[in-house]
């Protein structure tokens, strides 16, 4: 199987390290979706054995933390979720807690190379970076279109350029956002450590779009502060969007015409949905006493956005979810489903998969032949893979909240919500999952994996499976509608 | 606008009833849409007016039924809902239940006629007749294909002849029903003009999918009958299946090959939900005492299969919806979403709509270039009109949820599964539906109207906008998923 690979170098200089990089070229070239599993599936289990550990619990004399407990704080961990059975502020000792620190950044850029790596797997043609910029323009030719039917050597010297293109960007602006943080932090009355530690774990929780929350309070601590709040929202923003779209904002940022039309998608439909969210948060609970009642209209007005942005996949949140309308949670369903862009630390079904179901939907009402967004042609075969992952997220939600409704029998507002935000990686909660049983937060952690995993390997693998068919059956139409 | 159907048959031969001929060719020819539209919201209004007559209503001094519930109840049998905002066996006196009575039978026939009368309006070539028959055989040269461009003339006579076809077969086919039924009632002590009602009733409103009960115990009263239950069953399951599918079962029974792929995909899609919705309902129900937890393996088994057909479009129940567990209201609402099929007089999204999905998935799994089923190959453009036919509804679904959870605080279990069930038009309920405040029952009553005309009006208006274009943009790929 490693012939051709090893060919090249000449088997006498197979060495050790040579063995491995080879065998790693095999999996991620023969399976880039089971390379994906595995790669996830490890970090969650050494995430598990080290939350384990006694050294990791706060207090002494506790023992260690439940397996269920390590096992599902692990899974929310690496797939940047940020639900929680356990308090993250005074659950965990310094130890644990500079594991689930790690543990958010390891997940956070895990899923922005995996997914870009896979993205190259089943494209052809161009280098890593390439691929990470092309996405971000507008030069059609640069852009792969049609079938994938050769597959592309990934190396790991490669993988490792993007790894650090990754991370450097990762840590730039995280560090700019914790920096921002710190005033706020201080004038809280933390000391200067405390403010560190809060506002890195802060600015990494929100640009990996984890959710988690460093101190006791949460951000309800920082609810009269609008530029900690703002920091986080943008943040989240800017995580939620993806890299390649967020390249293409450093990049070419004084002229949006050159964007591509994926960066132009990811754009108008996170902007549409969050104002939308906004706008729907704000007429359904401004008089909800419990909620937005007794705030300033400009409060209210900014509280909304701020809870639109989170919906996305930030997760954080000022008021209690369990204090929402009925309506306002069920809107709140619907775009943490959508979640956030493509190849981003947010989870759902992806904003440009939305997009692509009412371009759809769009041209078939206007008669269109093809698809089309911003003065370019959508490919058809684009709308079969949209529909895959929307079939692949609908099936895990649906089986989910039927499992945890019949474990639980709780209401159906908060069990969808909470399965939604575990599908979506959001991590608003209704307070549901940590009150779940041990067997319950098994099918939510395993609710949080498909989603987070799921949906970066699936596009992947349905991408390479693409094969060309010899013969042509005969066309026959059924009615449908 | 008439000018080429006029010069057909020359301007003085022009009369009245030519001139009346001519405006509805020009209505159903220009847009189908509308004239389906208004066709139904005709035939709702006159409901109405009638069902608002003191005259209408049981019991002498009450005065007239108030009008949201006249109105409410005019929706609910025209299109074929089965909803009710009052007790169906006892507020209507015999002139109201004869309204009612024909009120079905006209809505379930509009349907019928509607949706194949757009169907061949947006189609070339074949004859309403032969349109019909058309999607039940095999032979795909006389299948249309590919997108139209023309539209066929329908004449007055040829929809004359379409109607006359399908209420015969309805009448034939509800008449076997009520012969059937007859002892059933008979058994229950009831004479024999009370009898004859009662099995007509029941038959006419099985059959249309409708799922009003003239007794006031309801199908209840027949809980211990399995012939009169399973009667019911048959009824609605002929009813849901469609005139393609019921003319093709009926002419070639004997070789299934010969079927089309509609038929096909309709038998299977049918019996897949069926038996599945009836396994989900025997593992989650079998030990709620409140539904199937006191009734023997045999009787639990066979009122599962019951209980999943009704979720197709019927809207009979024996046992309260109220007390099911959350899980199965769950699993009801997905199997009421998607319905029954194509061209019947049952709701939903369709069951060929949810194949046609399904299909696109497994393709692009398998990396095929087209849609395949039974061998033959599905034509891509089918799969815009799925996803439109599906955003239309959970669109519908959704803003409808957000409302009456917002007007009512009710829970979602209850709202989503009486929402669903009027875009649906099936017409089961939790009882949230009778006590909704009027306002409450206006939102119901358009939910019920956009589930039942959209979904047949929107595949035509889709399909009928059909054009070409005489550029190509240039192609651009967004990432997905
Ligand atoms: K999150
Ligand atoms: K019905």
Redesign the interface.
């Known amino acids: 199987m490693t012939s051709n690979t090893v060919g090249r170098r000449g088997p006498a200089r197979r060495s050790w390290l040579g063995g491995l990089r080879d065998a790693f070229d095999v999996l991620v070239k023969s399976s880039p979706s089971r390379f994906a599993i595995l790669v996830f599936a490890t970090l969650i289990l050494i995430t598990t054995a080290l939350l384990s550990l006694p050294l990791a619990r706060a207090g002494s004399g506790n023992g260690g933390t439940p397996l269920y407990d390590a096992f599902f704080t692990a899974v929310s961990t690496i797939c940047v979720t940020g639900l929680t059975t356990v308090d993250m502020a005074t659950h965990w000792s310094p130890f644990g807690n500079t594991i689930i620190f790690i543990g958010m950044n390891v997940g956070g850029m895990g899923v922005l190379t995996l997914a870009s790596i896979l993205?190259l797997v089943v494209s052809r043609r161009l280098g890593l970076r390439a691929k990470l910029m092309a996405?971000s323009d507008?030069n059609?030719s640069r852009?792969?279109?049609g079938?994938v039917s050769e597959r592309q050597a990934v190396r790991l010297g490669e993988v490792g350029g993007l790894l650090v293109t990754v991370a450097v960007s990762t840590l730039a602006i995280e560090a700019v956002v914790m920096i921002g943080m710190m005033p706020s932090v201080l004038a809280k009355g933390y000391d200067f450590g405390l403010s560190l530690w809060y506002s890195a774990y802060y600015a990494v929780s929100a640009f990996t779009n984890t959710g988690f929350n460093p101190n006791p309070l949460g951000p309800v601590e920082f609810f009269d502060d609008y530029w900690f709040q703002s920091l986080m929202m943008l943040a989240v923003f800017l995580g939620s969007l993806g890299f390649?779209v967020i390249f293409a904002l450093l990049r070419t940022w004084k002229s949006p015409r050159r964007w591509?039309?994926?960066v132009k998608?990811?754009l108008t439909t996170t902007i549409a949905l969050w104002v939308a969210g906004a706008v729907?948060f704000l007429v359904?609970e401004y008089n909800n006493p419990k909620t937005y009642g007794g705030l300033s209209f400009v409060k209210t007005f900014y509280e909304a956005f701020f809870m639109s942005t989170m919906t996305r996949s930030g997760g954080f949140s000022t008021i209690e979810m369990a204090d929402l309308?009925?309506?306002s949670?069920?809107?709140t369903d619907?775009l943490m489903f959508v979640g956030g862009g493509?190849?981003s630390t947010a989870g759902g079904?992806?904003v440009?998969?939305l997009?692509?179901?009412?371009l759809?939907?769009y041209?078939?009402?206007?008669?269109?032949?093809?698809m089309?967004?911003f003065?370019?042609?959508?490919?058809?075969d684009?709308?079969?893979?949209?529909?895959?992952?929307v079939?692949?997220g609908a099936t895990i939600v649906?089986v989910s909240?039927?499992?945890i409704?019949?474990i639980t029998?709780?209401?159906?507002?908060f069990?969808?919500f909470d399965v939604i935000s575990a599908f979506a990686t959001c991590g608003l909660s209704t307070g549901l999952t940590e009150s779940l049983p041990p067997e319950g937060k098994y099918v939510m952690a395993a609710t949080m994996f498909m989603g987070r995993v799921g949906?970066v390997t699936?596009?992947a693998?349905?991408a390479?499976?693409?094969?060309?068919?010899l013969f042509?059956?005969?066309?026959?139409?059924?009615?449908?509608?």
């Open positions: 993205g996405a507008t059609p852009v792969h279109a079938p390649p591509g039309v994926h998608l990811t729907a359904l309308y009925g309506s949670l069920l809107v619907m493509s190849a079904i992806k440009t998969t997009a692509v179901l009412f759809a939907a041209a078939e009402a206007r008669g269109a032949p093809a089309e967004a003065g370019r042609r959508i490919p058809r684009i709308l079969r893979l949209a529909v895959s992952v079939l692949w649906a909240t039927v499992i409704t019949q029998k709780s209401a159906l507002d069990v969808l949906t699936l596009a693998a349905l390479a499976a693409q094969k060309r068919q042509r059956r005969p066309e026959e139409r059924p009615i449908v509608g």
